[in-house]
């Protein structure tokens, strides 16, 4: 069974930094995207930064400049650092990956049990 496992998110003062980390684990045959979403109160689910299929990133214009996505395919993890910190980063952030799994070679999204990111004076 896949699971996603994050890591390091917190509170942090404005203009601190954060990394976050998300380990898969399983039977996992192939990697296909991996990145990051998020989820203020009362706001929908939006995308931070990810890894599309065949390696282009894609990042929020909210975050260019600040936020940097990179991986580890060996250790099928994929990390986000998180610079210049500001108060409306405040919220759930959810990892994100389209694998393929080693029993029937099905393709299917898994997601992170999220982590908050607090980010206060």
């Known amino acids: 069974q896949v699971q996603l496992v994050e890591s390091g998110g917190g509170s942090v003062q404005p203009g601190g930094s954060l990394r976050l980390s998300c380990a898969a684990s399983g039977s996992i045959y192939e990697i296909n995207a991996m990145g990051w979403y998020r989820q203020a109160p009362g706001k929908q689910r939006e995308l931070v930064a990810l890894?599309?299929?065949?390696?282009?990133?894609t990042r929020a214009d909210s975050v260019k400049g600040r936020f940097t996505i990179s991986r580890d395919n060996a250790k099928k993890t994929v990390y986000l650092q998180m610079n210049s910190l500001k108060p409306e980063d405040t919220a759930v952030y959810y990892c994100h990956m389209v694998l393929t799994v080693t029993d029937g070679l099905y393709t299917s999204d898994y997601w992170g049990q999220g982590t908050q990111v607090t980010v206060s004076s």
């Open positions: 890894f599309a299929s065949g390696g282009s990133v």
